[in-house]
């Protein structure tokens, strides 16, 4: 059973950069049928894709963000990665990590990790 | 704005059929995934591709699509059905992934 789990720091500052890691257990990053995404949620709001990354570094991301994201993975820590700079109030969030289907659909979710931004 | 629209609200009684829609230009050459959320808690896939369930789904869901539009159909509601729930699928340039804003449905 593949299991991810989202980890980083609990509250950002505006302007800074948002730093959060997907530790994947339960299957191999390097797996070739999937890329691994970022989506995330503002409080009481829908779901926003921001990106998605293969395990040889190839990206595809949310033209909306693309200035501000960078992707990237660890197959030697089965982990992969999401920084946001520059961030504002209107990055405060709940940040999913999950499995994607080649760019399709999303089978394993994170928890979520509630990203506040604020001074 | 999302390229996949949705209806905000949607109701239906207890054991009755349900149909959530998604609409979007991009859905004629796409198939939809859909997502269950329950508040507090990750987004669950529930179809994905023309029609499939993953394990663990109970078979009332079920997926379709007809033109820009592509459906999501409860077929005997169940109280725990009650949550919001997601489209999703390829924009119109296909490389990038795009959300419908999601329809919270209420079981009465």
């Known amino acids: 059973q593949v299991q991810l789990q989202e980890s980083g720091p609990g509250l950002v500052k505006p302007s800074e950069t948002l730093s959060l890691t997907c530790t994947v257990s339960?299957?191999?990053?390097?797996?070739?049928?999937?890329?691994w995404s970022w989506i995330r949620q503002p409080p009481g709001k829908g779901l926003e894709w921001i990106g998605s990354?293969?395990?040889?570094?190839?990206?595809y991301n949310n033209p909306s963000l693309e200035s501000r994201v960078a992707l990237s993975v660890d197959t030697s820590k089965n982990q992969f990665s999401l920084n946001l700079k520059s961030v504002t109030a209107a990055d405060t969030a709940v940040y999913f990590c999950?499995?994607?289907?080649?760019?399709?659909?999303?089978?394993?979710w994170g928890l979520g990790t509630l990203v506040p931004v604020s001074s | 704005s999302s390229e996949l629209t949705q209806d905000p609200d949607v109701s239906v009684a207890l054991g009755q059929t349900v149909r959530i829609t998604c609409q979007g230009d991009?859905?004629?050459?796409?198939?939809a995934s859909w997502y269950q959320q329950r508040p507090g808690q990750a987004p669950v896939l529930v179809i994905y591709?023309?029609?499939n369930r993953p394990s663990g789904i109970p078979d009332r869901f079920s997926g379709s699509r007809s033109g820009s539009t592509a459906s999501l159909t409860i077929t005997g509601a169940q109280a725990e059905d009650e949550a919001d729930y997601y489209c999703?699928?390829?924009?119109?340039?296909?490389?990038?992934?795009?959300f419908g804003g999601g329809t919270k449905l209420t079981v009465l």
């Open positions: 999703n699928s390829r924009d119109s340039s296909g490389n990038h992934v795009v």
């Open positions: 591709g023309k029609n």
């Open positions: 991009s859905l004629r050459n796409y198939y």
């Open positions: 339960g299957g191999s990053i390097s797996t070739g049928d999937y890329f």
């Open positions: 999950a499995r994607t289907f080649g760019v399709n659909y999303f089978d394993y």
């Open positions: 990354v293969y395990f040889t570094g190839n990206t």
